[in-house]
């Protein structure tokens, strides 16, 4: 079921989150940046990974690739070397990727429209309406978390949910967000939106547990993920290494270490090197 909002409903909802926000704004090196290369990077950071997290990389990743341009022309091993510490490795590729397809084919212009900006290598339509807005201005509709949490918590009864175990889909989330958008100033909304759904999490209990398209991370200790960062880790810091060196330096089991490389080596970010290994070419 679709909600419809009332004219008084969205001004309510609206004043309540402007008001939030110029208490309680975030302030954060990417935001009121209108470069779509700086608004790509920290998407691409931000995505599985928490924020105080990404600040420190986000900011040692500028000054190493300034421009789509440089990251485009660097090898793949500066680039994971980078990359580490944020995990989801592929990431990296996959801006890199982007960023060689800008500057090849668009003329080193980056796309306004979310329809192109997801013919870009590995960005999704979160990513696309993201960078859409924030880069651009467009009055994009788009979900992450942050802002799941926010249109759950006010407008889905905990009572309703409750009682039927019902869980909240995007599709039925993603209405209330094309009735509410500033259109005169989307991308200050979002960070507001962004901020408030932040600062709900501490207080209650996470309302995009009750989402349709909620999943727990999994463990990261003794998982497969572990193993491929330490092996992506190493190599990155050294031109090629055995998996009985990289075991000795992370303390991580053979097996782990061999299911890991097997799948970095089909995903073409490690290749074998000898004996060992070392970051694709």
């Known amino acids: 079921m679709i909600l419809t909002l009332l ?28 470069d779509p290369y700086t608004v790509l990077v920290s998407e691409m950071m931000l995505q599985q990974t928490q924020t105080l997290r990404v600040v420190p990389k986000f900011e040692e990743w500028m000054a190493a690739f300034p421009t789509a341009q ?27 990727k982007a960023c060689k397809a800008v500057c090849d084919d668009f003329g080193g212009v980056f796309p306004r429209s979310v329809e192109e900006l997801q013919s870009l290598s ?29 249109f759950i ?13 019902k869980k909240i889909d995007d599709t039925e989330i993603a209405p209330l967000v094309e009735q509410t958008l500033d259109r005169t100033n989307p991308r200050e909304w979002y960070y507001a939106l962004m901020d ?17 398209q909620y999943t727990r991370q999994s463990r990261f200790e003794g998982s497969l993920r572990q193993a491929r960062g330490a092996i992506l880790r ?5 031109p090629s290494a055995t998996l009985n060196q990289i075991s000795l330096y992370e303390k991580i089991d053979i ?27």
């Open 7 to 34: 004219p008084d409903e969205i001004i309510s909802f609206q004043n309540e989150i402007w008001a939030f926000y110029r208490e309680h704004k975030r302030d954060f090196a990417w935001r009121g940046i209108s």
């Open 122 to 150: 590995g960005i999704g339509p979160y990513t696309a309406g993201a960078v859409s807005t924030f880069a651009f201005n467009q009055p994009n509709v788009f979900i992450e978390t942050n802002i799941r949490s926010v």
């Open 255 to 281: 097996a782990r270490l061999e299911r890991a490389a097997d799948k970095l080596v089909a995903e073409n970010l490690i290749a074998v090197s000898g004996g060992g290994y070392r970051i694709a070419d």
């Open 70 to 96: 440089a990251l485009a022309d660097a090898p793949l091993s500066e680039v994971l070397s980078h990359w580490v510490g944020l995990g989801y490795n592929r990431r990296a590729v996959f801006l890199q």
């Open 196 to 212: 408030y759904g932040a600062d709900l999490k501490k207080k209650v209990t996470n309302p995009s547990r009750k989402s349709r």
């Open 153 to 165: 918590h006010t407008f889905f009864s905990d009572t309703a949910l409750t009682d039927t175990g």
């Open 234 to 238: 190493c190599l990155a810091k050294n």
